[in-house]
Structure formats: C-alpha cells, structure tokens
C-alpha cells in the first residue's frame, strides 16, 4: 500500500510531511513526492527512488515551504511504471492530489476528459481523478462541492487528499476502501493513510468510513457522507507511542503481507501488460509444447492444481501436476514436448529443484514461477516469471501464492492466444478483470476485523473441514493448510462432491465446515453438500458472492466477496481463509511467523 500524509497547520509543513512519509517506508514504494505551498504559490517536488532522493531535490531547490498546507506521498507502481512523471503528487490546473488505491474505470473517464481537452502528462489512473475535479471544480466554484459531484463517478477502491492553489487554507479528502485517517492537534490537522505517519504530534484520530468526505480549514474540520449530510464522528485516543508503530507498524510480518496482496498483485502483473494496446505481452514460445507438467511443494502445489485447471480450460492442453517430492520416485514419463512448470517462492526448495534437474536430464523444457531472482530454480530454468512480490518474511505463505495464481492465469491466457482460444475481446476483458483485483482485494480485507473478532469462537472447535469444488478445490486445501500451519488445529481440505465418500462420519457440532461456494456453475451443487453437512449439526462458515441471502441463511457465518468470473475468485476466496488462520492462531497465542517445526524455505528432502 502507498502513503499519504497531508498537513494543514502553523508548522513547517515540509518537516511534518517528510518525516510522515518516512514513519511509512516499511510499507514499500518505488518513489515519492510533495506538494507545499510556498508564498501561495503551490510548488510540486518528485523523485523516483528512496525518500532521500526527494530530500535531496528539496534542499537543492532552496526553498522555504512557508505553508500552511502540504500533502506527501510515496508511491508503490500500480497503473504505469516507476518515474517520476508517475509519481505523486498529481495536478490539474490548481488541483493538486494523493491517492492510494485503484480506479477501476479510469478508462472510461480518461476518454471522456481527453475528449474535453485534457492532456495527460503520467501513465496513473490517479491523474484522471486530479483532471475530474479539476473540470468539476470549473463548474462549481468550490473544491468540496466539486468532490461531492466527483465521488459517485468513481469506482474502485480509494483514499484521496485534494489542494487548490485557490485557496491553501483548506485540504479536502475522501476514500473508498483504502483507509485515510483524520488526526486532531492543537489547532492543526493531519491526513493520513497510518497513524504512524503524525502519532509524533497527536494520539487524537477520527476514522473515515468509505464514502466520506472530511474538509479542514484552520477553522475546524466537518465530515460529510456522499450525499452532502454533515456527520458526528467518534475521536479515538490511539495508545501507541511513536516508537512501537516504527518498530512493527502490523503485529506481524504475516498480516503486513496479506495486507500487501493488492500491491505484490499490481506489482507482479505490471512487467506483462502492453497498456498501449491494452493487451498481454507474449510471454513465451509455445509451438513445441504437447503437454504442461506442473511441480512443487506445499502451498505451490495447491497453486499448480489451479493451474491445471486453466491450462486446459484456457489452454486447451494437457496438464497434470506433482507434488515435487513424489515426482522423482514414480519414474514418470517425459518428453521434449512436455513443458515442465516449477513453482518455488524461494526457489531453494530440494524437492523441487530434484524434480527440476530429472526434466532437463530428460529433455523436457523447464519453465519456473519463483519470487527470488538468481536463485537456483532461477538460475536452472530456461525460463523464470517472477513473483516481484518483494521479500516474504512470514514462513506461512501469502502473497506470494496469490502473486502465483495471477501467472498462472497469463500464463494460461498466453497459450490460449497462441492456440487461438482467445479472441483480442475476451482477452481485454480477462486483463481489465485483472487490473481490477487490487482494489477488490481492499474490498476483501475489510474483514480483518470480522475474524479478529471471532477468534476466540473459532478456537472452540475440534476440527475444521475446508470445501470447494472445481478451481476452489486447491483453495480449499490451502485454507486447511494455513490453519495447521498456524494454529495446530487439526484441518482437512476437500473437494465438496466428496462429503458422501467419507467425511460425513466426521461431522458433529463440534466440527467447523467452512464452505468456498461463491455464484459460480456449481453453485447450486455446493449448496446440495453445504445442506448435507447443515442437517448434521456442523458449524459453517460460507464465503460467497455479494449479499447471497440462501447462503447466509445456511451459514453460521458468511463472508462476502465481490462479483467476479470464475478464474478470479479463488484469488478472492483464499483472502479471508489467510485472515481466519491468522487471528485464529493469534488468539491460541502461537508465533504466526515462525510457526513450531517449520521453516520459510525447505532447502533439503
């Protein structure tokens, strides 16, 4: 996630906002910039690079930064890559702008500004909010008028911070998924996407919820919803000091990652994108491919089984797929026409490395999907695509899986087009599917609090049972797989049509059955198990599809994920099964990065 800070107060705003931005460099940013207002003139400063780099370009400029307003940012890329024409802050005219987060349909809206005039100067979709408010503002008169007239058109997910060089006495925000913080000092005000970024200053702090618009003025501040009504918000007294927030910033790495999903996911689909035709970059020679082989070990593996789905649904190929340390031991059968796919976060792991190295003595082409450049599954492969998901600390994997799912649906998509099972249409619609993934993954993680909250219920039960059926069968694994690993309870993922084969004798009211079921082709056969496991008095825990009224009357209880296409949701799916393992094993009081008996990476057999 990026990081916004915005000042309005009798400081220096110049010190207030650097020293913000760099209370939130653990979370990762490419680049990073400043907007401050310097005798009424607003002056935009922007480096690409660490902090110290805009530091640098600052006191280079020799400027007083008088106020009293700034807003800051640092920058992960997302939409177009790292520079310093995509760095933040954006303008338009006198509109001067941070965002994090994504604008689904910044297409359409670009359109529709270039074709009153705009020019665009960066490749962001934040610049297109910047230019929409500008052209709103020219309309209205007034700033918070103009981002009331702006915040309906908008769709995605979203924290934003507005300056008008009109008026340097007033700073406007507003958000969507993303969170943005207001903090209350003396006669001063701060914005911020992390407390850590102003607890220096003030322990007093108002949270916005999405779709509300906050305004400051030396006067005061006022809070409004969408519709203009002026709201009554609660001031929370936070009781970190300075010092704890920069020491952990998240409780755990493990919850700082599944936090960086939206990011690692924009991050890692960024290098195959062709945004000037808006289609996929190739990725690899296809012609002599007969057949894929996919190896790897725990959580890969059950991403290799959801690519075995979309390489013969998408692909239209054979595809199997191995568990990296049975490969070697069941001589298998090879050729030079069976592409062997290899799937390693580390890329350091012996099982898979072993399987690799029987391949290439067998003349099959190896081709990895690994986060670790010069690794040596990097280095022993024709081909590697890399997670770019930056370092994973947690030893239960996170991002790095959803990174994996991501390749493996380019991956699939590539070798549909080479194939010619996908049309330049169905292809547009399955990449801005894609893009849309980062802000539908805020969307998910707003149920952090859900499952911290029914931790301490959780833990009562003696067994959980994951089901799933189709590409939802590997993520049902993998959820069962992230509970063992955390909180030592006893898990089992399966696929649901074969509750009737056995796993119906395990259930009583003592068993949690959670059920991945969103609207999918098989919905309604799910829905046929999830009644069998109900009528033996199981607890359920659903994951669907928006507000599923059926499946929330079957549940005990239910998590709503977004409307998406049927390679998407497992990406969706498996984000509140990282949640559930994690507060679960937070409230049995385990050590969720390093779980007992396991290692990050299994470097020997």
Not at 252 to 280: N, T
Not at 498 to 510: N, S, T, V, W
Request: net charge negative; hydrophobic share 40%; with cysteine.
């Amino acid at each position: 996630m990026c990081g916004i800070v915005g000042y309005l107060g009798s400081r220096d705003p110049k010190d207030i906002i650097i020293e913000g931005l760099s209370k939130l460099e653990y979370r990762g940013y490419d680049s990073a910039g400043v907007a401050i207002f310097n005798e009424n003139q607003l002056v935009r400063v922007r480096a690409e690079g660490k902090l110290s780099q805009l530091k640098q370009k600052i006191q280079d400029l020799n400027l007083t930064f008088t106020g009293p307003s700034g807003i800051g940012h640092t920058r992960w890329a997302t939409h177009g890559r790292p520079s310093e024409h995509n760095a933040h802050p954006h303008s338009s005219g006198p509109i001067m702008l941070v965002h994090n987060g994504i604008i689904e349909n910044y297409l359409e809206l670009k359109k529709e500004l270039m074709g009153k005039g705009y020019q665009f100067e960066s490749d962001t979709d934040s610049e297109v909010v910047a230019h929409l408010i500008n052209d709103r503002w020219k309309q209205y008169g007034n700033l918070l008028t103009a981002i009331k007239k702006v915040l309906p058109e908008l769709k995605g997910a979203f924290s934003i911070v507005v300056l008008n060089q009109e008026n340097p006495n007033e700073l406007v925000a507003f958000k969507d998924g993303p969170p943005l913080i207001l903090g209350l000092g003396q006669n001063e005000y701060f914005l911020v996407s992390d407390v850590a970024a102003s607890l220096a200053y003030t322990s007093r702090y108002i949270y916005l919820d999405d779709r509300e618009i906050v305004r400051v003025t030396p006067e005061g501040y006022a809070v409004f919803s969408e519709s203009g009504v002026r709201l009554s918000k609660t001031v929370t007294e936070v009781a970190w000091s300075a010092d704890q927030v920069e020491k952990r910033g998240f409780r755990h790495y493990m919850l700082k990652e599944i936090y960086e999903q939206a990011r690692s996911v924009a991050h890692c689909l960024e290098p195959f994108l062709d945004r000037e035709q808006f289609r996929l970059k190739p990725m690899m020679e296809w012609s002599s491919v007969e057949g894929v082989h996919i190896v790897a070990c725990g959580t890969s593996f059950y991403a290799g089984i959801y690519g075995q789905y979309l390489m013969e649904i998408l692909g239209g190929i054979p595809c199997r797929v191995d568990v990296a340390s049975e490969f070697r031991y069941r001589d298998p059968v090879l050729s030079p026409g069976t592409l062997v796919l290899a799937i390693s976060q580390s890329g350091e792991t012996a099982d898979t490395l072993g399987a690799v190295r029987l391949a290439k003595a067998q003349g099959s082409p190896v081709v990895s999907i690994c986060n670790v450049k010069q690794s040596s599954l990097d280095r022993e492969s024709d081909v590697t695509f890399y997670m770019n998901c930056g370092p994973e600390i947690g030893v239960a994997s996170t991002k790095a899986f959803t990174a994996t799912l991501v390749l493996l649906n380019l991956l699939a998509m590539d070798l549909a087009r080479y194939r010619k099972r996908l049309n330049a249409d169905l292809e547009f619609q399955m990449l801005r599917r894609l893009l849309e993934l980062p802000s539908q993954i805020e969307v998910v993680l707003a149920y952090d609090k859900y499952f911290q909250d029914a931790a301490d219920a959780l833990k009562r039960y003696r067994g959980f049972l994951f089901l799933g059926r189709h590409v939802l069968y590997p993520i049902a694994m993998e959820g069962a797989l992230k509970l063992k690993e955390l909180s030592y309870l006893h898990a089992e993922g399966y696929p649901a049509g074969e509750m009737k084969h056995g796993p119906l004798a395990l259930i009583d009211e003592q068993m949690a059955v959670v059920v991945l079921a969103p609207q999918d082709d098989l919905y309604e056969k799910t829905l046929s198990n999830l009644q069998e496991v109900k009528a033996r008095g199981a607890k359920v825990i659903a994951v669907g599809t928006l507000e599923d009224e059926q499946l929330k009357s079957l549940s005990d209880r239910y998590l709503s994920i977004p409307k998406v296409p049927w390679n998407i949701n497992p990406i969706l799916a498996v984000i509140p099964l990282q949640l559930m393992a994690y507060h679960l094993a937070c409230s049995l009081g385990h050590d969720v990065d390093q779980p007992r008996n396991l290692a990050k990476s299994v470097t020997v057999e």
